[in-house]
């Protein structure tokens, strides 16, 4: 015989469920390529329930990379969005916005030539603490062009062979900004680099070296990836700088085959953020005559081991 309880869960069972709005599930979609996946769902510049903020940082470590279309963040908006993932970093080259000390611009003017980020790296690989994530939304963006690449570096890193990843793992980089943004460098007045944003060493960052692993293990998730990028990465401690060469001009091509990559392409608004502990980027620069204005803010991160 039927008692209280079964009919009570006999009654529950026919409500229609409506999940708390803390416990909704956000729609996280696979991007095309091997990183990537498209968030929709949540306003980031509301506030964000904890249950939320967690799923997209699960995303982000499943998926290396999260893209949150049609979004419109003030930089003080985008700072308190990034701020529910941890402390904010400081780039130590451009001078942040006026709104947000957090907060800098990336912009290519129709007439710039010189396009930053336009080399396989991840972020500031040269810092002692280099950023764990940087999450990047587009303010205005060209009519065509003006993609990021994404490669993966954990599958680039599994796929090699058992005696390359025993090579790799036991080899030390010394890595240093001096190579980009040394007097000398891709960014360097030498070069002819003709910054838009008021751009500057004016902590002497260029002139430091330090000592990371070639191959970098994921403090959260365990994988290893390659971290050793040759825009960043001068040599292999304890190797000549032409036999460190080949093997890190091998890495990065092999790591950055079309196979590992993943194509972002942006539109006015949308908001990206990435894994450096896990992916290289790469900012495309074909789209001259047109500008391209992006707002950046990149989260602290620990030592690489
Ligand atoms: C960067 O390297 O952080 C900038 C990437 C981009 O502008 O697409």
Redesign the pocket.
């Given at each position: 015989m039927a008692d209280g309880f079964d009919l009570l869960r006999s009654w529950m069972s026919k409500q229609p469920f409506e999940p708390e709005e803390g416990n909704k599930r956000l729609p996280i979609e696979r991007m095309d390529g091997p990183v990537g996946a498209v968030v929709t769902g949540a306003d980031l510049a509301g506030h964000l329930t904890q249950a939320v903020v967690d799923q997209i940082w699960t995303a982000l470590l499943d998926h290396g990379l999260v893209w949150f279309p049609g979004q419109v963040l003030s930089p003080t908006q985008q700072a308190a969005f990034a701020e529910n993932f941890g402390e904010l970093g400081t780039y130590p080259f451009v001078t942040p916005l006026a709104e947000h000390d957090k907060v800098i611009p990336?912009i290519k003017e129709p007439e710039t030539k010189m396009n930053?980020?336009g080399l396989w790296?991840t972020?500031t690989s040269y810092l002692p603490e280099p950023p764990s994530v940087?999450m990047?939304q587009a303010i205005e963006v060209p009519a065509r062009g003006?993609d990021?690449l994404f490669a993966d570096m954990a599958a680039a890193f599994e796929s090699l062979s058992t005696g390359m990843e025993k090579m790799l793992l036991g080899l030390i980089g010394v890595y240093t900004a001096d190579m980009v943004h040394g007097e000398t460098g891709a960014y360097s007045a030498a070069a002819g680099a003709d910054h838009p944003m008021d751009y500057g060493d004016k902590e002497g960052v260029a002139e430091r070296c330090v000592e990371h692993p070639i191959i970098r293990t994921h403090p959260e998730t365990g994988r290893k990836s390659i971290f050793a990028g040759s825009g960043h990465c001068s040599h292999i401690k304890g190797m000549r700088r032409s036999e460190s060469k080949v093997i890190l001009d091998w890495l990065n091509a092999y790591a950055t085959k079309p196979e590992f990559v993943t194509r972002l392409k942006w539109e006015s608004g949308s908001v990206a953020m990435w894994d450096n502990r896990r992916v290289f980027?790469y900012?495309l620069n074909d789209y001259a005559g047109e500008r391209?204005h992006?707002h950046?803010v990149i989260l602290k991160g620990d030592r690489p081991f």
């Open positions: 990336v930053f980020g790296h972020d940087t990047l003006g990021t980027h900012a391209r992006m950046r």
